[in-house]
């Protein structure tokens, strides 16, 4: 395989005259900005604006049940927080949009992570603390009113239903015939219920045992990956068809969603987050010791649009292209989902909800990274479709030789996840006396991107199961009760049915267009709300830290949407996604429209006044 320095005289000759740089400087300088962004600008934001105050008690004590009110260690919960938000976004978005060149992604990923991301991730964490670990949408009606919280609820339940859909369908792109990952994959889950019994049930509290027990469990599933792959029975077993996955992840999804919080999905977050980070970390290292060369240079000829794996210019998609990693609203229904009702102490905001965050715009600097140190012929060979690539007038350059490597056929494997894993086998294969070992790191990296997308999927799923209770409780109160076993079952049957027809029905091009949308929008409705609740604290001169991102994102995203409607999905028959993308725009104009109206009543109001618990307000608002 061709070392970095031999590869930039084989670039294609439109990208030769545009300068590189060397991946340690990026990566550096990630490293750098979130660390001072954590330091000063979080730390300001959870002390001076919100004013989180340890003395006050958490839903997770005032309302513990065991089953979804758990309180719970700050560093698991930092664990299943990270690996909840942390899914396909931060990894396939950023090799997506690589396809503009590095400088605009790496630009949208280090400013917007800490000035709108971390930002958005943290407040609406504390909104819902404060609203006994409430829902966004139950938050938007106390915050701006009922009518807006009902439209509110309607927009996040769609975009949660397109949010699974994708993410599953990036995962069985995947997994599907890789006996050697859905093994691994299909491991963590006994080891994380193992975990789960542990902690809770065996020896209670012991999460230096349960952690010893679950990383130890990993690493032998892991190298006993190659065993099992060769093994005709297991082999029998675990090689699943694009199909079959498509019904077996709704399945998790509907079991993750019902058990209670502490015996699957906490857990198997935690044991995931050691995986994701630990990974992350080593591509870190790997890098700073290779250093090798950003191949695909700082801006392509596709800025202006008309590229084979992104069709519209880098403005306005590289914003809805780069979500998770920058800016997620999917973040927002993880912040007012489980998270919240796990905090054990208002101090852990800060942590989890920043903290988390900027660990996630991390990840997508080391996707964008992996991306990017393979040579642009070889990027745009595994993404593209055949006939996109025969017009591109390129040649494969290395990827014959990484493809007869690992054993896999790479070429025209769109979607992000074959390419990151590709840049990522290599840059380990490259480190000291790991020559010989590229076809183990690409099926690593490859489990390691169906890790993240499967904590996700138990994540959101659980979470639509909240909202789905909360929108039927209007109307049967029963399902309001949080431990009723019946309302639980079926309000996560309804949403993983909903999300699951996506899948078996749809593709990664039809359907993650729709996502990253969707999911900007609900980023701006959530900031949005967040915006409603610092005025009404009476700390408007602050309202501009969230007020600032929230409107500049809905400006983008609906421009965004509208250029997919008119220039995508209506030219190509697609009239379905078509109505869905007009809906969700129409909703998300709807709540925000409310917001900035509610904005201007409270400024009216001269007279602050106490809340019940000493706090000076413009408005009190109950908790409940």
């Known amino acids: 395989m061709n070392q970095p320095q031999e590869w930039a005289s084989l670039r294609p000759a439109r990208f030769g005259k545009i300068e590189t740089m060397n991946a340690v400087t990026l990566v550096f300088t990630a490293i750098l900005l979130f660390t001072i962004g954590y330091r000063f600008y979080g730390l300001f934001i959870a002390t001076r604006v919100l004013g989180v105050d340890v003395r006050r008690p958490t839903p997770a004590e005032r309302m513990a049940d065991g089953h979804d009110y758990v309180k719970t260690n700050k560093y698991v919960l930092f664990g299943h927080h990270f690996a909840a938000i942390s899914a396909a976004g931060p990894l396939l978005g950023p090799v997506l949009a690589a396809q503009f060149g590095f400088l605009p992604g790496a630009l949208w990923i280090l400013i917007g992570a800490v000035l709108a991301g971390a930002v958005h991730d943290m407040v609406i964490l504390f909104a819902s603390v404060r609203h006994n670990g409430r829902s966004l949408p139950k938050i938007a009606e106390h915050e701006i009113g009922e009518t807006t919280g009902h439209v509110a609820s309607v927009a996040v339940l769609f975009i949660l239903i397109l949010a699974m859909a994708g993410l599953s369908i990036a ?7 890789s006996v050697w990952g859905t093994f691994t994959v299909f491991s963590t889950i006994p080891i994380a219920v193992l975990m789960g019994l542990w902690m809770q049930k065996i020896r209670p509290g012991d999460v230096v045992g349960a952690s010893v027990i679950g990383v130890v469990l990993l690493l032998l599933a892991v190298v006993s990956g190659p065993m099992v792959a060769q093994s005709p029975l297991m082999a029998g077993l675990l090689s699943f068809s694009k199909l079959e996955l498509s019904f077996i992840i709704p399945v998790y999804g509907f079991m993750a969603s019902a058990l209670p919080v502490w015996l699957l999905l906490a857990p198997r977050d935690y044991l995931s987050s050691y995986l ?15 250093q090798p060369d950003l191949q695909m240079p700082a801006l392509t000829e596709f800025i202006h649009g008309g590229g084979p794996i992104i069709q519209g210019p880098v403005f306005p998609f590289i914003f809805i292209t780069i979500a998770c990693g920058a800016l997620s609203g999917f973040h927002a229904v993880v912040s007012s989902g489980t998270s919240p009702k796990m905090i054990a102490s208002e101090k852990d905001i800060l942590f989890v909800g920043y903290g988390a965050m900027l660990m996630e715009g991390l990840v997508a600097i080391m996707a964008l990274v992996a991306a990017c140190v393979l040579m642009p012929a070889d990027y745009f060979a595994i993404n593209s479709s055949a006939a996109a690539y025969a017009k591109l007038g390129m040649a494969p350059v290395a990827l014959p030789e990484i493809a007869a490597q690992v054993g896999e056929t790479l070429q025209a494997r769109p979607g992000g996840a074959v390419s990151l894993a590709v840049g990522m086998a290599y840059i380990f294969s490259s480190l000291p006396y790991m020559e010989t070992l590229m076809a183990y790191w690409y099926h690593f990296a490859i489990m390691f991107e169906a890790v993240f997308i499967l904590t996700a999927i138990d994540a959101g799923t659980r979470i639509g199961r909240f909202l789905l209770q909360e929108m039927i409780g209007a109307f049967i109160p029963k399902f309001k009760e949080p431990g009723w076993i019946p309302g ?5 049957f309804l949403f993983t049915v909903s999300w699951g027809y996506f899948v078996v029905m749809g593709n990664i091009t039809t359907i993650w267009p729709v996502f990253g949308m969707s999911n900007q929008l609900l980023a701006s409705i959530a900031l949005t709300v967040g915006t409603t609740m610092i005025i009404r604290m ?9 007020g600032v991102p929230a409107m500049l994102v809905a400006f983008i995203t609906l421009y965004a949407g509208y250029l997919t409607v ?32 509610r904005w201007a009543d409270l400024l009216k109001i001269k007279n602050p006044v106490r809340d019940e618990y000493g706090e000076m307000v413009l408005v009190p608002v109950a908790e409940e």
Do not use: C, E, H, Q
């Open 171 to 177: 995962m069985v792109n995947a997994l599907y015939d």
């Open 276 to 290: 994701k980070i630990g990974t992350i970390f080593m591509l870190v290292a790997g890098i700073f010791i290779i």
């Open 488 to 492: 639980i079952v079926a309000a996560s």
């Open 538 to 546: 009476g700390k408007a001169r602050y309202a501009w830290i969230t």
């Open 566 to 597: 008119t220039g995508n999905f209506l030219p190509n028959g697609l009239y379905f996604l078509s109505a869905v993308s007009i809906v969700i725009m129409l909703l998300a104009t709807a709540v925000i429209t409310s917001a900035v109206l």
